[in-house]
């Protein structure tokens, strides 16, 4: 069956290290990965959109990876802040009919 | 930030109701979706439109109907409100030829 996989368990890390969330994924063979940031009671705001050919981007503190290989994308967010705790969300566009499929997200919480 | 709205923000009401949830967007995308989201869960697409006159139904079978008269309203609606039917709904739009989703602020629905 076709999933996106997320840790469930929230990331909880110290204000200035770097977070690192992982998205896998399989029987997809998306053209792009997107990541998205949820805060509570709120809809998700884009952030980045990696593509099958991209290995890296980055914005600001922000980076992604794209392993189609592994069926996998990491997203770090470095001098990681308070501010930046939230959910993290990774979308996949499956069949190219503009209609994403998200992850469950997974929530950082960044202390202190 | 995205120009689009949806009201209302909360909404309680009794097993039965008909009601409408309201969703614009000032953006001229003709591309929108309709989402429904349980607390910790994944977003699950139930509704999209393409342009004026086109609905189709998303992913997650859902017993809300969807119009897309004017490009900048999709409204959801549910004839007869069920417990069942309690969630967060989040409306999106998408410019063709992106791959960017912008959403709203959702609507917390609550049926009793």
């Known amino acids: 069956s076709q999933k996106i996989e997320q840790n469930s368990e929230a990331l909880n890390i110290q204000e200035g290290k770097t977070a690192t969330l992982t998205c896998n994924y399989t029987?997809?063979?998306?053209?792009?990965l997107q990541w998205y940031r949820q805060d509570p009671g709120r809809g998700p705001v884009f952030l980045l959109l990696i593509r099958e050919n991209e290995k890296e981007k980055r914005k600001e503190r922000l980076k992604v990876t794209f392993d189609t290989t592994l069926k996998q994308s990491l997203f770090h967010i470095t001098a990681s802040q308070p501010a930046d705790s939230a959910t993290y969300l990774c979308a996949l566009d499956p069949r190219g009919f503009q209609k994403l499929v998200f992850g469950t997200g997974t929530r950082l919480l960044v202390s202190p | 930030e995205a120009d689009i709205y949806q009201t209302p923000r909360y909404l309680v009401i009794g097993t039965g109701k008909k009601i409408t949830l309201e969703c614009s967007q000032t953006?001229?995308?003709?591309?929108m979706y309709w989402y429904q989201q349980d607390p910790g869960m994944e977003l699950h697409l139930i509704h999209y439109s393409y342009g004026v006159n086109s609905t189709e139904k998303g992913d997650l079978s859902s017993e809300s109907t969807v119009s897309r008269i004017r490009t900048e309203h999709f409204p959801l609606t549910l004839e007869s409100a069920r417990p069942s039917h309690t969630s967060q709904y989040l409306c999106?739009?998408?410019?063709?030829?992106?791959?960017?989703?912008?959403f709203g602020p959702g609507t917390r629905l609550t049926v009793l």
């Open positions: 999106a739009s998408r410019r063709e030829g992106t791959d960017t989703q912008y």
């Open positions: 953006m001229g995308h003709d591309k």
């Open positions: 029987n997809y063979s998306p053209a792009y």
